[in-house]
């Protein structure tokens, strides 16, 4: 079954960067676009940044673009969430979503990460 | 961006009742294929959200046939036929037309 573990996630000051990683599992994850999405602590769901199946179209929330960069690596199963210029606004869970085939749907999810911004 | 609009903020609910959730959205989320690009998660307490329903109607795998999506263009509902313990939790709507991705503020369902 389809499997999504994100990792990374930790106490961070502004300023500063960090690295999500989301391992897949259970489909041919090259097929397959793939979604970061967030929750700030008591809100609701913000989506984050989209990429397609071979990593070569990118596109990110408006609040994120520029310091943010969604990438993959296929050979291993790997989705990354590299994040610059943090801000006390970016602590949330951080969650990885599968996308269904064919259009933006977020079919699977995993877990999620907490990153905290924080002096 | 499209604005999606959910009511009611809080449902409460009764076991074996029906319950109802509205999303409106700030365009038409119909495109010329007929598909209304409307999803629908539910993200029960201390969990991640799950997907429902796709596309405005199809539900998700696994997901019981006592939920169901409808509506089309701008104003969607979400129907719990009815309702069980289980189902307590946030529910959610998200346009996925076009980027950037937009979700409703959320209805919390809970049991009275």
């Known amino acids: 079954q389809v499997q999504l573990l994100e990792s990374g996630g930790g106490v961070v000051q502004p300023g500063r960067s960090l690295r999500l990683s989301c391992e897949a599992s259970?489909?041919?994850?090259?097929?397959?676009?793939m979604h970061w999405v967030r929750q700030a602590p008591g809100k609701g769901l913000e989506w984050v940044a989209v990429i397609s199946n071979d990593g070569s179209n990118k596109n990110y929330a408006d609040s994120v673009k520029g310091r943010f960069t969604i990438s993959r690596d296929n050979s291993k199963n790997m989705l990354y969430l590299q994040m610059s210029s943090l801000r006390l606004e970016d602590t949330a869970v951080y969650f990885c979503a599968k996308r269904r085939y064919g259009d933006y749907t977020h079919d699977h999810w995993g877990q999620g990460t907490l990153v905290t911004v924080s002096s | 961006d499209i604005v999606m609009i959910q009511s009611p903020l809080s449902l409460p609910v009764t076991p074996g009742e029906p319950a109802s959730i509205s999303c409106r959205s700030g365009?038409?989320?119909?495109?010329?294929?007929?598909?209304?690009?409307l999803d629908w998660y539910l993200q029960k307490p201390g969990q991640s959200p799950q997907l429902l329903i796709y596309m405005g109607s199809n539900r998700a795998s696994g997901v019981p046939d006592r939920f169901s999506g409808s509506g089309s263009g701008t104003d969607f509902t979400l129907k719990i036929s009815r309702v069980e313990a289980e189902d307590v939790g946030v529910y959610y709507c998200?346009?996925?037309?076009?980027?950037?991705?937009?979700f409703g503020g959320g209805t919390k369902v809970e049991i009275k």
């Open positions: 365009q038409s989320l119909l495109r010329g294929n007929a598909y209304n690009y």
């Open positions: 998200m346009q996925t037309l076009e980027i950037p991705l937009t």
């Open positions: 259970g489909f041919t994850f090259s097929t397959y676009g």
